[in-house]
Structure formats: structure tokens, C-alpha cells
């Protein structure tokens, strides 16, 4: 590639001589508009400790017209109007987004990325045929070459749609981690649990295969951009007993617990008939909410449960395209939000929503609690910038990387995407936040940068050969059709 084309945007050139002490290279992107996507907490936080720029010096403003980021190796330096940037960063390489926004990378805070080798067997029924369909198949076709494949193609797919990180649930956890390391691209995975072994253990044992986790967790501790993961599946798939231990092996370890819970009406009632509390209830009973607790869909909760996950700091991970398609409903998130419940974005697995596609599922969250949420119609729930916020800055506190990641100010990842609104489905733009959500898509997305890594250019990944992943996928999807063990 050469190092003065990218994908379209105009490479100024540099400012002078570089700082003294820099380790690394800094690199200033320009673009029309720079949404930090911060609150005010941490806007006034990072003015004081870091000296944050904006407009008048303030830092505080939702957007900053003509704005800059100033990056060097894996952080971020410096944000603010351009002209201020760039003056405090002499000696940088200078890109011009023209028409761009930039803004911090998506979070997708729930999904199960291998199953792009799975899309499109299991479409147009409910959560408790589709699973029927799934399990087994994964059971007898899954293996640590398959998965890694699939999940290149899915981070290859994510990047494109511009998203960095992902909280997966998936088997063969370090084939999944291998195929992240290789694209540049941030997975919080772990062990997953179900009552009977998974594809990826022998052991039969509950207690063999929690030991054999403890030691998984333990060679993989948290870092400054990655938590360990404990994702027992649910509380229809796991017995209390195992969820109690299950818990106190994530507590050891410091590891998020990922589930899924209250995602239909029937899973609420198989629950409650069998333990006597619907899935979110049991929870909270077994102590499993906490700061570091993701639930995935919750649907169907009652307000006692929504003031448990509000109380215990446990976070939401909202997938709206996989409920809709398998017609679990529509979860109640202008209620959560009005507790006080941090509810992050997801796609759920390819093979159920069918694509990985964060920013579709920001749009159709926006419109959906408008028409369909349980207080009735209300344009005014949902509003672009609180949607922008779900897939951004939320995403990573569900995550337990706030400060880190969703949010463009000194110190956090240089994940960053520019997305291209100088397009005729987005002009004229009178505001930002509604143009990239009711008006943008992916396509739109032109440059991603991960950790200081420039992974898309000009709309195409720079480190994966795309011709790729379509083959990889049509020949796993082969080897899937004709496993002779198939169901």
C-alpha cells in the first residue's frame, strides 16, 4: 500500500519537527466533524488531568466542527478543534477525512462470532427450534479449525462495519483468540458452560471442566484492553448449583460473566416452573449480578427484575434484529435506561441475525423503542446521540473498558472510525448524530483504526485478503452440509 494513499483521504502532509521523547510516530486525522462521545464526568476529568481540547478550550462540546485526533502507537494524545491540534503536534503525519465524521470504534457487546459458518440453516423460526437446529449440529461438526476459520471471517466482517471489540460466546475460546491476534482485532472470550459438555471438552464432569477453566483463566489474566470471560449459556442450560460455582470462579478471577437470560416468554416460564424465580430473578438470588455481569437480551423482565440489574450495576447487552427475527419480542429499554441500567448493543451470532452489522442494529434500536416499547408510541425515546452512545461509550463500560475504548480523549485505544457523509442518502447534514444513524450504513464507513493499527482503508480491509473470507465460508459451509454426522 502506499503510505501516502489512504483510501481517499487527502494526506496533508507533516508540521514541522516531531516532539521530543515520542516513542512512536503521531498522526493527526482531521475531520469535518469529531464526536468524542463522552460525558460530562469524563469530559471535565480529562480536561483537568490531560488537558483535553475544545472549543474554547473546554472540551465539553457533543461534536467538534473541523476537529482533530492526535494518535500515536496504540493511544490517543490529544482531541480538540483542528487548528489547536494541530499546532500541538508538530512533526505529525496529517490526514484530512473530507466529509468524514470520526468517532470512536462500535462495541458489539454480545455475539457468537464462529457462527458465520452456520448463517442462513436455521432462519424463520423461534429461539426453541432454532437451538434445536443448532445444538447438534454444533456438537457434531465443530472442531478448533473450523471455528478459528469462521471466526477470521466474522472479525474480518466486523472490522468492515467498523467494530474493534467484541464480547463473544463461543467454544474453542483460543481458536478465537488466535484468529483476533492475527486481524488486529479485540474478542473478550472464556470458557462456555453448558449442564453437559461442550464440543470443545471431554470431561463430563462439571468439576473437570470448571478446574480446567480456573487454569484457562489463569493463563489469560485481564489487561489495560481485555477481560477474561465466563459464559455459563443460561439458567435453562445450567443448573443453579453450577451458576453458584460458575460465579465464584468468575468473582476469583476477575473475569465478566456473559449469559443469556429472559430472551423468550417460554424460557421465562421453563425458569420459573422449574426453580421457582424467571431467569433474571435467579440471578440475583444466586448473587451472579454484578459490575462485571452482561446480560444478553432480556427481553422479558418485570420491574422488580429491571431494578435487580439496575441495583447490582449488571449491564444489558440489547440485540434487536435476533429478537425480532426469531420473534422473542422487544425488550423493555427505555425502562432500563430510566433505571439506570447500562444497556450496550449486539448482533447475536450471524447465524441468527444474519450479519454483524452493529450500526444496523443501532438504527433499528432507535426506531424500534419509538413504536414498539412498552410505554407506547414515543418519537422522543432512543434519540440518535443516546443510540450513538449504546454502540460506542456503553458498549465498553458493559465491558469493563470505559475510558479505554468508546470514547476519542487523551489516553484511551486509538480505535477510531471515519465514516463518509459527504454521500447523497447523507447531505444535507444539520446534525451529525441523526445523519449517522438514520442516514449512514456501514458502507459508509471508510477507515477503521485499531489500536493505532489502520485495518480498513478506503472501504477495504488492509491486513485480510476479503477474497478470502467469501471462499473460506462457502467451503465450511460445504464441509458442514456433507458431514456425514450432521443431524
Request: charged share 20%.
Amino acid at each position: 500500500m502506499n503510505p501516502t494513499q489512504l483510501g481517499g483521504a487527502a494526506v496533508e502532509g507533516t508540521a514541522g519537527e516531531p516532539r521530543s521523547g515520542s516513542d512512536a510516530p503521531r498522526t493527526v486525522l482531521r475531520a469535518e466533524w469529531v464526536l468524542p462521545m463522552m460525558d460530562q464526568a469524563m469530559t471535565d476529568q480529562a480536561v483537568t488531568d490531560q488537558g483535553m481540547r475544545g472549543p474554547g478550550g473546554s472540551g465539553a462540546e457533543p461534536v467538534i466542527h473541523d476537529g482533530a485526533v492526535c494518535f500515536a502507537g496504540d493511544s490517543i494524545l490529544e482531541v480538540g478543534p483542528a487548528q489547536e491540534v494541530l499546532a500541538g503536534s508538530p512533526g505529525a503525519r496529517v490526514t484530512h477525512l473530507r466529509g468524514h465524521a470520526l468517532l470512536p470504534a462500535f462495541v458489539n457487546a454480545h455475539t457468537h462470532l464462529p457462527m458465520t459458518m452456520f448463517r442462513g440453516v436455521a432462519d424463520d423460526r423461534g429461539l426453541e427450534e432454532f437451538l434445536a437446529t443448532l445444538l447438534p449440529l454444533e456438537g457434531r461438526s465443530l472442531d478448533e479449525r473450523r471455528v478459528g476459520l469462521a471466526s477470521w471471517c466474522a472479525m474480518v466482517e466486523s472490522h468492515r462495519a467498523g467494530v474493534n471489540t467484541a464480547l463473544d460466546m463461543y467454544f474453542f475460546s483460543d481458536a478465537v483468540l488466535a484468529a483476533a491476534d492475527r486481524l488486529g482485532f479485540r474478542v473478550l472470550t472464556g470458557p462456555v458452560f453448558l449442564d453437559d459438555p461442550g464440543p470443545d471438552s471431554d470431561a463430563a464432569a462439571f468439576e473437570r471442566r470448571l478446574a480446567a477453566s480456573a487454569e484457562w483463566l489463569a493463563r489469560h489474566p485481564d489487561s489495560p484492553d481485555r477481560l477474561p470471560v465466563v459464559a455459563p449459556h443460561s439458567t435453562y442450560l445450567v443448573s443453579p448449583s453450577s451458576l453458584g460455582a460458575i460465579g465464584e470462579l468468575a468473582r476469583d478471577a476477575g473475569a465478566l460473566l456473559h449469559i443469556h437470560a429472559s430472551e423468550t416468554q417460554a424460557e421465562v416460564r421453563e425458569v420459573t416452573d422449574r426453580h421457582g424465580l424467571s431467569p433474571v430473578a435467579l440471578l440475583d438470588d444466586l448473587g451472579l449480578l454484578g459490575p462485571r455481569t452482561v446480560v444478553a437480551h432480556a427481553v422479558h423482565l418485570d420491574r422488580g427484575e429491571i431494578e435487580a440489574l439496575a441495583r447490582s450495576g449488571a449491564s444489558v447487552a440489547h440485540c434487536p434484529a435476533s429478537n425480532l427475527k426469531l420473534g422473542s419480542g422487544v425488550a423493555p429499554v427505555a425502562e432500563l435506561l430510566e433505571a439506570g441500567v447500562e444497556v450496550a448493543l449486539g448482533t447475536d451470532g450471524p447465524a441468527s441475525s444474519n450479519d454483524l452489522d452493529v450500526m444496523g442494529a443501532m438504527r433499528l434500536a432507535s426506531l424500534l423503542h419509538k413504536s414498539a416499547g412498552a410505554r407506547g408510541t414515543d418519537p422522543t425515546v432512543l434519540p440518535a446521540r443516546a443510540a450513538l452512545e449504546m454502540v460506542t461509550r456503553n458498549g465498553a463500560r458493559a465491558l469493563g473498558l470505559g475510558g479505554r475504548l468508546g470514547v476519542l480523549a487523551p489516553g484511551a485505544s486509538a480505535d477510531m472510525i471515519a465514516v463518509d457523509l459527504d454521500q447523497p442518502h447523507t447531505q444535507p447534514v444539520h446534525d451529525v448524530f441523526s445523519a449517522l444513524v438514520y442516514s449512514a450504513g456501514r458502507g459508509d464507513i471508510t477507515e477503521v483504526w485499531s489500536s493505532g493499527h489502520h485495518v480498513v482503508s478506503g472501504g477495504r480491509h488492509t491486513v485480510a485478503d476479503e477474497s478470502e473470507v467469501g471462499a473460506v465460508l462457502r467451503s465450511l459451509g460445504a464441509e458442514i452440509l456433507t458431514d456425514p454426522t450432521r443431524p
